[in-house]
């Protein structure tokens, strides 16, 4: 008999490759929830707002597991994990739950599941700590924490990355690139919630999920860069990341909110936030030899996936 | 952690396991890579985060020919990051037959062989941001490049071999962040005063030094390293004699000795017969966005045959000098003579005053190419001055196919040539040091020969014709003396303390735990610069100590 698993924040990019994947095994089937119709994947769909816990429980009472993706506004985060735990208590559906490498904050060096949980980076970071918080005293959970999800059409780590650099608005950043970058396919997580949905003895665990030997944030640049055909890859010095973090950004942010009131859809090119900058500069080394040994995990190859991103990101 | 060490009380007593001394490209290379095994690394460095005149003016010594060599606090820096703070940040490896001894070479060969570094060289590529380590224009690139002198016959030089352009990164502003870390504690102002040595003279049990405030300190540690360069590590040496009378290291005599530089100067005129435009002399970027330039290098198999040391060779403007070129920019660059830096300026200009008459011709060129002096200068602006990374050097292209030839050469090492100690102290009491450089007739030959044999195989590729007075070789060679501030040899490695002051794993001959870092202990000089290499080996030399128990020490 086959698993019902429903998808909370399917409409977004690690929601939508992970209905594909989920759909693709015999032993799953996937719902996807999503907030609008508009945003509903060609599978089968519950429109539904995760933040009112009456309509999350009739929702998923039918379901063995439920995964929570939803990765907006901190605010929206909050709400909508405590109407899950509420709307969870009566039938106890096993819950994925999305957190992030956010959680371990301004933490340095090598860092486990065991590490302590700062959440010092900002909202959303003290947000994901709280939730998870909140996600232990639910038993039937398995907690994950990406690192940098890229992959085709990923917004964040790869088609912002590649805007950027394709502008020579990003490359080898020096210094201020050192840090590093914590990557995981997302085909790999997708690996990962399937693997947790099928081993009874991962709930109540917590996974990293981040690629072994993870290349500092420079390496990473300056080999998308390469696939990409952006190239050469430009020397950025820190008085351009200056002017880009402190001057760039904030007018672009404006210029979002101003065209965001608009009835048509404008879209500003990315900007590179004083908090990305702070990352790219992190010294942090997730260890998930955990999810290797218990979820089975093999990360996929950077440099066969980059080209694989690339060539998705170059096309017409 | 980085702090002053005039903050420090006086008669402080620090720990660490190991003690390196000066902060330029061996000791911050080596300071990262020790910083890695959580061992406690304490970096002392004499200067601060800025020049500062009084603490550059201990590096001020005795030059005894002041034709041959600049003066001795020029083209080295006493300051966080040491000489990075000015290089040019050329990178270029050794060759495999530079590891090797050469009969014609005398005094040549190390105790390893080119494997040893080549381990180290793409690590080291990295810390100085050179890119891939790759130097073959044919494997290194991806795409065709511009033939840099179509049809001309590669018999005895290639033109594959290239150099790559570090930003040039300044070692102190680059890994500022990272020797910041828990494991590193570097300390300010801390000028090297005393190696002290135990009674048998077998190890250092620690350290003394001094600030130019009045205080001093002393460091315990069970491994030290001096990363001094070639000139300072010599001086440190023979100033602490109270143990050995000689000096550390120098019961034979060799501290000091075998100094060498590289043999460099600008020879002659070629015109090429075939299309100017179709002469490729400036750089190729690599993918990466690494300035990268091919060059005119004299075969392994040609320098054994004609027995002559390595050379390499670039198409280069006309003499600035000689105002006849015609050329505005160098004209231009000629008048600015005053606003270049030292190091800069001896390599582009020659001491001989130029006449009234020169000067207005000067003038005349610079008048009549005000567009493409407009040009450079907007090249120079974007791509140099404001760039990150930045446009290594002055290329001009020629419209009539005139060049003069740039060469760079292997010097070879000479017991003769010697840095030792001169009479004068400095303000910490250390004597200051005494410099004579000296060059040896093989060294002429190198040149002559090489310049010969790339005057033949011009004239033979058809290609044009190289002219130059063979008698002039000699006074060209010396005209920037002993050329590029790379200051090798000194300490050199080697099997046997008669030979040498290291072993091959650079540690004091005799000395259980003084180790020596930089091109102060590279047996010979090579043509290629020798930062990449001092990097290399400071890498090498970090695996080493790993690898080291220093308890019994």
Redesign the interface.
């Known amino acids: 008999m086959k698993r019902t698993v429903l998808v909370l924040g399917a409409g977004g990019y690690v929601g939508r490759k992970l209905m594909g994947a989920l759909a693709c095994c015999e032993d799953i089937q996937p719902t996807a929830g999503v907030r609008r119709m508009s945003s509903a994947t060609g599978y089968e769909s519950l429109c539904l707002d995760a933040t009112d816990a009456g309509a999350l429980e009739k929702h998923i009472s039918g379901f063995d597991v439920v995964v929570n993706c939803i990765g907006s506004d901190p605010t929206v985060m909050r709400d909508s994990a405590q109407a899950l735990l509420r709307a969870a208590q009566a039938r106890e559906p096993l819950i994925v739950h999305f957190s992030s490498m956010a959680v371990y904050g301004s933490s340095c060096g090598l860092v486990d599941e065991q590490a302590a949980l700062r959440g010092d980076i900002g909202a959303y970071a003290s947000a994901k700590v709280e939730i998870e918080r909140q996600m232990a005293s639910y038993a039937r959970r398995v907690i994950l924490r990406p690192g940098c999800i890229y992959g085709p059409g990923s917004p964040a780590w790869s088609s912002r990355i590649a805007q950027l650099l394709k502008a020579r608005r990003l490359g080898d950043l020096g210094a201020a690139g050192d840090g590093i970058a914590n990557l995981v396919h997302v085909d790999d997580v997708a690996a990962a919630v399937i693997a947790a949905i099928r081993a009874p003895t991962c709930e109540g665990e917590t996974f990293n999920l981040a690629m072994n030997n993870p290349p500092t944030w420079n390496d990473y640049f300056i080999s998308f860069a390469k696939a990409l055909g952006a190239v050469p890859v430009r020397r950025i010095g820190e008085r351009a990341l200056k002017i880009e973090s402190r001057v760039v950004a904030p007018a672009l942010k404006i210029g979002e909110m101003i065209l965001g009131k608009l009835p048509v859809s404008v879209a500003l090119p990315p900007f590179i936030s004083p908090g990305l900058l702070g990352l790219l500069r992190q010294d942090i080394t997730l260890v998930s030899e955990k999810a290797e040994r218990e979820l089975g995990l093999r990360w996929q190859n950077l440099e066969e996936s980059l080209r694989v991103v690339a060539a998705f990101e170059n096309w017409p | 952690m980085i702090s002053d060490a005039r903050a420090l009380p006086d008669a402080t007593v620090i720990q660490a396991d190991f003690c390196l001394v000066g902060a330029g490209a061996a000791g911050i290379s080596l300071a990262l890579a020790l910083s890695r095994s959580g061992c406690k690394v304490l970096l002392l460095e004499s200067g601060g985060e800025k020049e500062e005149p009084a603490t550059q003016a201990l590096y001020e010594g005795h030059v005894v020919n002041p034709a041959l060599h600049s003066p001795a606090d020029s083209y080295r820096q006493r300051r966080f990051g040491g000489t990075t703070t000015i290089w040019g940040g050329r990178c270029v490896p050794y060759d495999p037959l530079d590891f090797e001894a050469r009969s014609y070479v005398p005094h040549s060969g190390w105790p390893i062989g080119y494997d040893e570094i080549a381990r180290y060289y793409p690590q080291a590529n990295r810390l100085c941001?050179a890119g891939v380590f790759d130097y073959h224009s044919e494997t290194a690139f991806d795409r065709p490049l511009k033939p840099m002198i179509p049809g001309f016959d590669q018999r005895h030089f290639t033109t594959d071999t290239m150099e790559r352009f570090s930003?040039p990164t300044d070692f102190h502003?680059?890994?500022?962040?990272?020797l910041s870390g828990p494991t590193i504690q570097v300390l300010l102002h801390a000028n090297l005063t005393r190696i002290v040595l135990s009674e048998d003279g077998n190890r250092v049990t620690g350290l003394e030094a001094r600030t130019l405030a009045g205080n001093g300190f002393s460091v315990r540690a069970s491994c030290f390293v001096l990363c001094t360069g070639g000139l300072e590590t010599v001086r440190l040496l023979l100033a602490n004699r109270d143990v050995h009378a000689q000096g550390i290291g120098n019961q034979h005599d060799v501290v000091g000795r075998y100094y060498m530089c590289h043999i460099a100067g600008t020879m002659g005129g070629v015109r090429f017969s075939i299309p100017p435009a179709s002469i490729w002399n400036g750089y190729d970027?690599?993918?990466?966005?690494v300035y990268c330039r091919r060059r005119l290098a004299l075969r392994p198999e040609v320098q054994e045959r004609e027995q002559v040391g390595s050379f390499v060779a670039r198409l280069h403007h006309p003499r600035i000098t000689d105002p006849r070129h015609g050329n505005g920019i160098l004209s231009a660059l000629y008048c600015a003579k005053p606003f270049i830096a030292y190091e800069y300026a001896k390599r582009l200009f020659e001491e001989d005053p130029a006449s009234l008459k020169n000067w207005a011709k000067h003038l005349q060129n610079v008048a009549l190419g005000v567009p493409d002096i407009m040009g450079f200068a907007w090249h120079m602006l974007r791509d140099r001055k404001l760039?990150?990374?930045k446009f290594p050097s002055v290329v001009i292209k020629s419209r009539a196919g005139l060049y003069s030839v740039d060469f760079h050469a292997e010097q070879m090492p000479d017991p003769t040539s010697r840095v030792g100690l001169a009479q004068e102290k400095d303000p910490l009491g250390m004597p200051r040091i005494s410099i004579d450089w000296r060059y040896m007739q093989q060294d002429v030959h190198t040149v002559q020969r090489s310049l010969a044999l790339l005057k033949q195989d011009i004239a033979q590729s058809g290609v044009g014709s190289f002219e130059y007075d063979p008698q002039s070789v000699e006074k060209e060679m010396v005209r920037y003396g002993a050329y590029g501030g790379h200051h090798i040899g000194t300490v050199r490695m080697g099997a046997s303390p008669r030979t040498s002051v290291t072993n091959s794993d650079c540690r004091v001959h005799g000395v259980a735990n003084l180790y020596l870092a930089g091109s102060g202990v590279f047996p010979t000089s090579s043509q290629a610069n020798p930062t990449l290499t001092i990097v290399a080996l400071s890498l090498r030399l970090a695996d080493h100590l790993h690898s080291r128990d220093f308890s019994g020490t």
């Open positions: 941001e930003c502003v680059r890994y500022h962040d990272k970027m690599a993918d990466e966005g760039a990150a990374r």
